[in-house]
């Protein structure tokens, strides 16, 4: 997937931020990464080879201060030896991991609760967005901790999901807050994902029961094919911090998000809502391309991008940050665990 920025917008005064020094803490140094965003809050260790869970332990309501002050914490330089280490650290920090149901990228789990990142193709770009959000139940902070960097790219790219909104048009804003947006996905043999796949199961009884609790339309239109709508708010209020978000997959699921070949072989094939995933505003009405093509632009000027290290492990509040994926070459080994179970209605901007 790419991202078109040829038409971006312009910054508001409000937003020309310059990075803030961070005030280090007992048993941490101050970063020396160039150009840090003033959302990402970086943490070193005074010396090497110190646990990453005997730090943070001690250091939990910071961490958590922290990160509804500024959305996402790199730790770096700190020790995390395995999978199980990295699930424990995350069950101390953030809660027990979480499943990853109702999926719409390939991953493995590799351990409880954490699982490899999106297994897409490494020159393929995975665009902005925030986990799971076209979903009604949903993780409220996510965390990488990557094993391995790649040769070369494959960073995690974040953005600022309330500068986001902050940026679009008030026409667009105002377009999203009252339709909402629509996502509707189709899951046929052969052909992306299938419904067994996302849904971890081949059991229909088990679907149904899901897409009751999520509040998804399903339809079963063919012996395989089934096909579901979800219509969701686009613009989330975390309530810890009263900050409105821009939540949601409506740009990343529309067609104009493909590579233009790809756009155009899917199209000659299929109608705009048999489309393996596509999104509408909350009427069913397309999202002109235009639209999205803003809205890609927003998240664009609104990032912050970082050279991964070996053992670095970033952490953000899923509601206030969005990631992508660079485009990569060579062995790239990132995992990722979700926890903080959230719902729309927890969310849900007044």
């Keep these: 997937m790419t991202a078109d920025t040829s038409n971006p917008l312009p910054l508001p005064s409000a937003l020309r931020r310059k990075a803030r020094p961070l005030d280090g803490e007992p048993g941490e140094r101050r970063s020396h990464l160039p150009s ?60 027990p991991p979480l499943p990853y149901d109702e999926r719409s990228s390939p991953r493995q789990a590799v351990t409880s609760g954490v699982y490899t990142s999106t297994e897409y193709t490494a020159a393929r770009r995975i665009a902005f ?77 088990r679907v149904q029961e899901h897409c009751e609790r999520e509040g998804l339309v399903m339809e079963w239109l063919g012996e395989n094919h089934l096909r579901t709508t979800a219509v969701r708010d686009a613009i989330a209020c975390r309530p810890q911090t009263h900050e ?65 290290r070996s053992g670095d492990v970033l952490l953000l509040d899923n509601v206030m940050v969005a990631h992508a994926r660079s485009t990569f070459t060579g062995e790239r080994r990132v995992l990722v665990a979700m926890a903080e179970p959230l719902t729309a209605d927890m969310v849900k901007a007044r």
Aim: glycine share 8%; proline share 6%; net charge negative.
């Design 36 to 95: 840090l965003p003033d959302f990402l809050r970086t943490v070193e260790p005074d010396e090497d080879g110190i646990s990453l869970i005997e730090f943070s332990r001690s250091r939990l309501r910071p961490i958590e201060g922290d990160l509804l002050k500024y959305g996402a914490i790199l730790f770096r330089g700190f020790a995390i030896g395995s999978p199980d280490e990295f699930a424990a650290w995350m069950k101390d920090v953030c809660g």
């Design 129 to 205: 967005h925030n986990e799971s959000s076209y979903r009604n139940s949903f993780p409220g902070k996510i965390a990488f901790w990557c094993m391995r960097p790649a040769e070369t790219g494959g960073e995690t790219p974040i953005a600022h999901t309330g500068r986001v909104l902050a940026r679009l048009p008030e026409e667009v804003r105002d377009a999203f807050r009252t339709r909402g947006w629509s996502c509707v996905r189709n899951y046929r043999p052969g052909l992306g994902m299938s419904w067994q796949e996302s849904f971890q199961t081949d059991d229909r009884r």
């Design 244 to 308: 409105e978000s821009w939540f949601n997959h409506a740009a990343f699921f529309h067609i104009s998000t493909l590579d233009l070949d790809l756009r155009e072989a899917l199209e000659a094939q299929f109608a705009p809502r048999d489309l393996p995933a596509n999104t509408f505003y909350g009427d069913g009405e397309p999202i002109p391309d235009d639209v999205v093509t803003t809205v890609r632009a927003a998240y664009e000027a609104e990032s912050a991008v970082f050279a991964w």
